[in-house]
């Protein structure tokens, strides 16, 4: 028994610590997966990272309806990783990778649109000045539910979801 919850406690470690970088693991809705699509406006080439990628449900359904774009998710919980991992192994998308590791030390310079699903603070005080730091102009960036606070580019807020949920959408 205490070997089980062991094993338990091994697996669920990870998952808690990466929950006190960016955000603990909670899945973006499905029913918004076609507006974060729509507004990352990827094209031909395009390169798409997804910080925290968690069992990469997004990055599938991103890869699978822009074949010509690169998307890589990013993801620090090793379970979490390993999952996504497993789905791409089982139905393979040529264009999806996954790469475990800290978004927050992750070069991001070749970013074309990005996608975060991270706590307001964790937005703020660690990724927008990654972003100002490293993204070049006309990067797009996506945050499901929390904004970026004094962000000086275009925004938008999308709060056309049945989940209710606001996607902020910038421009760098
Ligand atoms: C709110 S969940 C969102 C998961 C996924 N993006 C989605 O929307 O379904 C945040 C994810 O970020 C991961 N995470 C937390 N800190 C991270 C970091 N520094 N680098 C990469 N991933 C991180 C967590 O393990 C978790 O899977």
Not at 24 to 41: C, E, G, M, Q, Y
Not at 142 to 158: A, E
Request: proline share 5%.
């Amino acid at each position: 028994m205490s070997v089980y919850l062991f094993i338990i406690a091994m697996l669920l470690l990870p998952i808690g610590l990466a929950g006190l970088s960016l955000a603990p693991w909670v899945p973006t809705s499905r029913a918004d997966f076609a507006r974060i699509n729509t507004h990352l406006k990827l094209k031909n080439g395009s390169v798409f990272y997804e910080l925290g990628s968690g069992d990469g449900r997004v990055c599938r359904y991103i890869a699978k309806h822009n074949p010509q774009a690169n998307v890589v998710g990013i993801e620090l919980a090793l379970p979490m990783y390993l999952i996504a991992v497993i789905q791409q192994k089982i139905s393979p998308l040529k264009n999806l990778s996954y790469v475990h590791g800290n978004a927050l030390t992750y070069n991001l310079s070749d970013a074309d649109a990005i996608y975060t699903y991270a706590l307001i603070n964790t937005i703020n005080e660690k990724l927008t000045p990654k972003f100002l730091k490293e993204l070049t102009p006309g990067t797009r960036v996506i945050s499901y539910q929390f904004g970026i606070k004094n962000w000086q580019g275009k925004q938008q807020v999308d709060r056309s979801g049945k989940s209710n949920t606001c996607l902020y959408v910038y421009e760098v």
